[in-house]
């Protein structure tokens, strides 16, 4: 009952709000502010001109000032094309924008209130529906095409000498594990995870997890194709590889792939910026707990020859996680037994 007495007063309140409303117009009618109210709709119209011309003259501003600041010129060979269909909706998104911010603030210029004038109802008009229906679905259908087109590209088989990666994220770092000699990463079961020493479940079993290594920070090689094989063992997280200008997500139980191409090293890159402190990130872009502001890992690109230096000095996870099981006792029985030699 109380429901219904509630809802009859809220009907009542509406109900008297609108009458005062009415009451205060008629009011305003007979007092002569007929006059007064056109003449605030004049001055309305006028700024609306004044805030159209300073609005566009402060977006082109913004533009020349910001120009080259927003972003750094892509540092991989697919992110160009990344960056010129961006730039090409911003074109075209750009002029709908200024043609329709023109109309809309001459529109409320020229269409203000006046002595004599009333409004025209136009309830249908079939031609200009069609036009402002093909138009934006032609160009929404052609930018469309341009982003599947590269998503396709990224997302398919990379070259056959391309070097792999695998990224796989978890609360809060990512773990990154490359193929030995063989060039081929070993199978890998969930049920085998163990963060003292197999971080992502790799079967020992398999003879291909055997030169697989583990790293803290990304190393590439420029002008190589590398194929990241992308993956997560809690929750969803996102590879953000943003000079690169490319992201996919990390799901778990679900592996994906993207491939890339880095064309500037990390030290030409920094020539370019006039920073020698930058380096490439890689970086979660999606939310995915407490720790997400952690989760970013350095990315290295360098020539051939330095990068297989550095893989030349790392240490197999199958023998950094057996390594507890070989030698140490019977290093430590002969200590003891020349110990006792020596005591003798």
């Known amino acids: 009952m109380s429901g219904y007495l ?32 056109q003449q605030s709709n004049k001055v309305n119209g006028f700024l ?7 609005g566009l003259i402060g977006v082109y501003y913004c533009n020349e000032l910001l120009k080259g600041k927003i972003g750094v010129e892509s540092a991989s060979v697919q992110g160009e094309g990344i960056d010129n269909m961006i730039k090409w909706t911003l074109v075209i998104t750009g002029i709908v924008f200024v043609i329709t911010q023109i109309l809309l603030f001459w529109f409320a210029f020229k269409f203000q209130e006046k002595e004599g004038q009333k409004a025209f109802y136009f309830p249908h008009n079939n031609k200009l529906e069609l036009i402002w229906t093909v138009i934006p679905a032609i160009a929404l259908t052609i930018l469309v095409a341009i982003g599947l087109r590269h998503w396709f590209r990224l997302t398919s088989d990379a070259p056959k000498d391309a070097m792999v990666v695998e990224v796989t994220g978890k609360q809060f770092n990512w773990l990154v594990r490359y193929p030995g000699k063989d060039g081929q990463l070993g199978r890998k079961f969930f049920k085998n995870i163990n963060d003292a020493n197999n971080p992502v479940g790799q079967d020992w079993d398999d003879q291909l997890n055997k030169d697989d290594y ?18 997560s063992r809690d929750v969803i997280h996102d590879v953000g590889l943003s000079a690169f200008r490319m992201k996919m997500d990390a799901v778990p139980g679900i ?10 090293t990390t030290k030409e890159m920094r020539e370019k910026m006039d920073n020698p402190d930058y380096v490439y990130e890689l970086s979660c872009d999606q939310m995915c707990g407490k720790g997400h502001y952690s989760m970013k890992a350095n990315i290295v690109v360098e020539t051939q020859e330095e990068f297989d230096a550095w893989a030349a000095k790392q240490k197999a996870q199958y023998d950094l996680a057996h390594e507890s099981a070989t030698p140490a006792p019977a290093a430590a029985a002969a200590d003891s037994t020349q110990k006792a030699v020596a005591k003798n």
């Open 6 to 37: 509630a809802v009859l007063v809220v009907v009542l309140i509406f109900v008297v709000i609108f009458q005062i409303a009415k009451a205060s117009e008629y009011v305003s009618i007979l007092k002569g502010e007929k006059k007064s109210r």
């Open 255 to 264: 592996p994906t792939t993207l491939w890339v191409t880095p064309k500037y």
């Open 48 to 54: 609306m001109i004044v805030f159209l011309v300073v």
């Open 214 to 231: 583990m790293a803290t920070e990304i190393h590439l090689v420029v002008n190589k194709p590398v194929k990241f094989i992308i993956g």
